[in-house]
């Protein structure tokens, strides 16, 4: 699943990412933290890894595991 980094705040390392088909979804710090990633920023594209009653699993670079 693809979205775009709607918010992302650096000190709690959370946010939310508004997917493909206009739902806004919220990623918290355990998502952020298990993508190895630094930072986002607004705008930009993502890969998710999601799941139903979970929620996110994992935010990445798309193309990037």
Do not use: C, H, W
Not at 27 to 48: C, E, N
């Amino acid at each position: 699943m693809q979205g775009t980094i709607a918010t992302f705040d650096p000190n709690t390392r959370s946010g939310t990412i508004l997917l493909d088909d206009g739902t806004e979804l919220a990623y918290d710090a355990v998502a952020f933290d298990a993508s190895g990633l630094r930072r986002l920023r607004s705008g930009q594209r993502v890969d998710i890894d999601a799941e139903p009653g979970v929620g996110v699993r994992k935010v990445r670079f798309p193309g990037i595991s």
